[in-house]
């Protein structure tokens, strides 16, 4: 696709002959005969390269070229000069232009600097494109839920991205606290640096304090090369300390020196190493009932909380399930090069009425295993039904709310019980449950499973 030059000029006959130029070197050319028009044009089209002249009617084109280049980075800006005004040219490039053409220059110095100024221009582009990939990626746009609760969680996260805080993210295993960890950081201005993650509960002690802050060679047993650690990794960005709360209480006053004074000693090493890094710390423990037990520093507790975003359970924010779970879904069906899914409606109520004790992770898994399940009829959507999500939420997807479970609501699931045992046998069923065939498929009737089995 040919890049695309706007032209910014108020003398109609310089501005087509440059503008005719321009398109015999494949360019798409856009004209603007003043500032205020040059300005909606960016405003609807996407422009590699402005090449304005600097006497414009309505504004200095110089003035003009900082307007742009602030408004729209990616975009390139040549300032086109009348003889005798280099200077301004060369004033425009200290305000952000790319470079200035003198009006008479000929084509062989207007074509290679205008190729020039387009080939950094589509770079630009290129990298605004790979950042809004990632960003959609793993930015707050991948976070789904619009119930209060979350919403809540994502509006503290964004403010406290912007920043350099130490966060604290708590809550329910299964919540989603390395995707807002991962968010935070890709919000912040430390996006350009490393993100690494490490879970302190994974690993043995010395095996975590190699991980975390490297060691030197010969410091133990099997340690034949220097090693750099996690901290050292992450130098301008972000490190993710997930199940804090595990961390052995040496290593926590190693983790605190590295907040206070931003520098740590690598295993086996008596000289310091300075690192610039942001900590992001999440626990599904309460860190301040295990301080005040000597399970975990006080102090470090207090430097880690400066900012504590608590996530919610799922079960708190059963408005998000139907999302959650069609994302979900999508995902999964792309992955085994199924077509488009459908969530039955009895399926989606049965999702917003379990109690998914292990929240989001819990949900995911059996979305995954509901779309493994499924069968595809034809060319057509596949649908998730409620005989593909795991027996025990079949069963017993009301059992946690006790008002439900009515005397009808359990004579069905024991029904229900009965039939899978006989393979849908009726007659079978029948004697086992002491009632006649009449009667059991009256009940059948009523509670909608007239063609169970």
Not at 159 to 177: H, N, Q, S
Not at 261 to 289: C, M, Q, S, W, Y
Not at 415 to 422: A, E
């Amino acid at each position: 696709m040919a890049a695309t030059i706007l032209l910014i000029d108020d003398e109609a006959r310089l501005r087509q002959l440059l503008a005719r130029i321009l398109q015999l070197e494949g360019y798409a050319v856009l004209e603007a005969e003043n500032a205020r028009a040059g300005l909606k044009v960016l405003e609807h089209e996407e422009v590699q390269l402005v090449i304005s002249d600097v006497k414009l009617p309505d504004k200095n084109g110089i003035e003009l070229s900082t307007q742009i280049k602030e408004l729209y980075p990616a975009t390139e800006v040549i300032v086109l000069t009348a003889y005798g005004t280099i200077s301004d040219g060369v004033k425009a490039i200290k305000n952000g232009a790319f470079d200035y053409i003198t009006k008479g220059d000929d084509n062989d110095r207007i074509i290679p600097l205008v190729s020039r100024a387009v080939e950094k221009a589509n770079l630009q582009f290129r990298i605004k494109q790979l950042e809004q990939q990632v960003s959609q990626r793993y930015g707050f746009e991948r976070i789904i839920g619009r119930s209060r609760p979350i919403q809540q969680a994502i509006e503290l996260a964004r403010k406290v991205a912007v920043t350099d805080t130490t966060v604290l993210l708590t809550g329910e295993t299964g919540t989603g606290k390395e995707v807002f960890a991962q968010a935070i950081h890709q919000a912040s201005p430390r996006r350009v640096g490393p993100f690494v993650a490490i879970n302190c509960g994974a690993l043995g002690k010395d095996i975590l304090e190699s991980e975390l802050f490297g060691h030197r060679s010969g410091a133990f047993t099997g340690a034949n090369r220097d090693q750099k650690g996690l901290f050292a990794e992450a130098n301008k960005g972000t490190i993710f300390l997930d199940e804090i709360g595990e961390m052995p209480l040496d290593l926590q006053a190693k983790l605190l020196r590295v907040l206070e004074t931003h520098e740590f000693l690598r295993v086996g090493d008596t000289k310091p190493t300075k690192t610039d890094v942001r900590v992001i710390a999440a626990t599904n423990r309460g860190l301040e009932v295990e301080a005040n037990a000597g399970r975990f520093r006080l102090d470090l507790y207090y430097r880690l909380s400066v900012f504590q975003i608590e996530l919610p359970p799922l079960r708190e924010r059963r408005d998000d399930v139907a999302d959650l779970a069609g994302q979900f879904a999508r995902q999964e069906a792309a992955k085994i090069g199924k077509r488009d899914v459908r969530l039955h409606s009895t399926f989606v109520q049965k999702l917003q009425s379990h109690g998914w004790k292990g929240n989001i992770r819990e949900l995911k898994n059996v979305i995954e295993r509901a779309v493994i399940l499924a069968d595809s009829p034809g060319q057509g959507p596949i649908e998730l039904t409620p005989d593909l999500l795991p027996y025990e939420m079949q069963e017993t997807s009301l059992s946690s709310d006790p008002a439900a479970l009515d005397l009808a609501t359990v004579e069905q699931q024991h029904i229900r019980r009965v039939l899978r045992q006989t393979n849908g046998n009726k007659t079978e069923t029948a004697r086992l449950l002491g009632i006649g065939l009449t009667t059991l498929y009256r009940k059948l009737q009523e509670a909608g499973l007239g063609d169970f089995g």
